[in-house]
């Protein structure tokens, strides 16, 4: 058990918050939290202080080799070892919102960077929307980079990995044992996880640092404590909710899909003015981002999220911009029969 484990430990036990350690060591809730995931050490007078707190000593907080913390019996043990096809489709899960993600927001700031080169009157505009919509997409790509670079690295080592659970009554300990024989050991409280996606075989939860974890559901006795609290967990508190950042988005593609008709009537009437044509090919290009919206409410759709106010929204908007789009051609067909 590393010192940042133990003063996690010792945290949890006394019930505090890592703000209200932080408050008796007169340090930050973040240089708490820092020390719980091993970034940082205490300084030796923080340890002086953390097992006056804890009524320990410092040898046991920072000797690994120390005994056991804990003497109790486990409630469950369990134990789960993944294969590569098992683990790509979890890696699929966690990209679908990316990709998708990224080529609508691509395709968006194409068109308003478009827009801004050919009507300067707007190029402030453009280019300040084009700016913000610029570091959402510089995100997800970050996100999409990140994912793939920790898949890669893990790649070689999962099916040689495996998660050995000890479980108790408010928390449970995760041995991680590698090919190369090293382990690392962490402590995990119930109170700790933030979100618990279903998905299928499995459950896939996080904790407070952002690590994440499987279980697979078929090894786990659905009538003990650790089934019950992650089936409860999802039940309660996620299952048909939709998480912030798709909420976000899904927001964000709504109102660009309503504007769209009004930034296409501008450009339009601009190239008009300046060309003396009829560029009704405007209409067809930002009909792309109501189109994105009703791909999203699709995939929404799929997870079993509210989704009407994207597909609609889009729906309406696409019609109303092709329609725009094709006028001329439609007058001509009229006039001819």
Known sequence: MTTGEKIRFFRKKLNLSQEELGKKLLVSRQTISLWEMDKTIPTIENLSCLKDIFSTTIDNLINNDIEEIETEEPLETYTFQYTLSEFSEVKKDSIKIQIPGIIILTSVIAVLIFAGINLPDIAIFTGIVSGVFGLIDFIFIHSFILTNKAWIKKKEAIPHTSYNYLIYDDYFKVTINKADNSSKTMIIYYSDIIE?????????YTTDDYSS?????????????FYNFFYEKYEKEFKGKVPLSVRSFSILLCALSFFSIWIAIICYDYLLSVFQHNPTWVFAMFSL????????GIYMKKKGWKHRKNIITGIIMF???????LAPFLSFVTINT
């Open 196 to 204: 618990v996606k279903d998905l299928g075989e499995f459950y896939l």
């Open 213 to 225: 974890f499987l279980i697979r559901k078929e090894q786990l006795d659905k009538h003990k404590s």
């Open 289 to 296: 981002i109501p189109l994105g919206s009703i791909a999203f």
């Open 319 to 325: 019609l109303i911009l092709i329609l725009s789009a």
